[in-house]
């Protein structure tokens, strides 16, 4: 089956800090994953999606890599704040490209 | 404003009952999807559909039914509620089926 991990239900770092979050997927590499934040009561709302031939994306202040051989996307927030405390979802397409396929989430807790 | 309203934000409903959610999205998007999310599992895909009048199960379709005879509707029914589909549910929609998914703000369903 096609299953995506996130292996730390919670993170708690200081403002100001680098957070890394992390996303296993097993069985085939996805064409892609993407990365969502989900804030209490709402809609995820994406963020980024990285291909299965790059190794590296960033945007402003977020980084997400893509390793095929450990199977494995991470996710980084750099000079964290308060303001990116939130639950943060990795998504792999599935075999047929229609759908996607959600890990259970990361909470991030950023504190001051 | 173009964008995806789900209707009701929260519905109490008994056993046994019929209830019905709606979704409706601005886009014209082709794709749109059903998730639900609970502790402990995160967000599971329901059904979706690819354009009108074309709809696929996802993981977890028993109990749930869906429709897609206007592009930008795609409602999800449940027959008889049970206590097991108290659950948050969303709707998504995307451009294609590899495309980020735009999420509405969810609908909080109870079911007692």
């Known amino acids: 089956s096609q299953k995506i991990e996130q292996n730390s239900e919670a993170l708690n770092i200081q403002e100001g800090k680098t957070a890394t979050l992390t996303c296993n997927y097993t069985?085939?590499?996805?064409?892609?994953l993407q990365w969502y934040r989900q804030d209490p009561g709402r809609g995820p709302v994406f963020l980024l999606l990285?291909?299965?031939?790059?190794k590296e994306k960033r945007k402003e202040r977020l980084k997400v890599t893509f390793d095929t051989t450990l199977k494995q996307s991470l996710f980084h927030i750099t000079a964290s704040q308060p303001a990116d405390s939130a639950t943060y979802l990795c998504?792999?397409?599935?075999?047929?490209?229609?759908?996607?396929?959600f890990g259970k989430g990361t909470t991030l807790s950023v504190s001051s | 404003d173009a964008g995806i309203t789900q209707s009701p934000r929260y519905k109490i409903t008994e056993t046994g009952r019929q209830v019905t959610l709606m979704c409706h999205q601005t886009?014209?998007?082709?794709?749109m999807f059903w998730y639900r999310q609970d502790l402990g599992h995160g967000l599971r895909l329901i059904y979706y559909?690819?354009?009108?009048?074309?709809?696929d199960k996802g993981e977890v379709p028993d109990g749930y039914v869906v429709s897609r005879s206007k592009t930008e509707n795609f409602p999800l029914t449940l027959e008889s509620a049970t206590r097991s589909q108290t659950s948050v549910y969303f709707c998504?929609?995307?451009?294609?089926?590899?495309?980020?998914?735009?999420f509405g703000n969810g609908t909080r369903l109870t079911v007692t």
């Open positions: 886009w014209s998007h082709s794709y």
């Open positions: 559909s690819a354009a009108a009048d074309i709809t």
């Open positions: 069985n085939y590499s996805p064409a892609y």
């Open positions: 990285i291909r299965e031939n790059e």
């Open positions: 998504a792999r397409v599935n075999q047929a490209g229609t759908a996607l396929i």
């Open positions: 998504a929609s995307s451009e294609s089926g590899d495309s980020p998914l735009h």
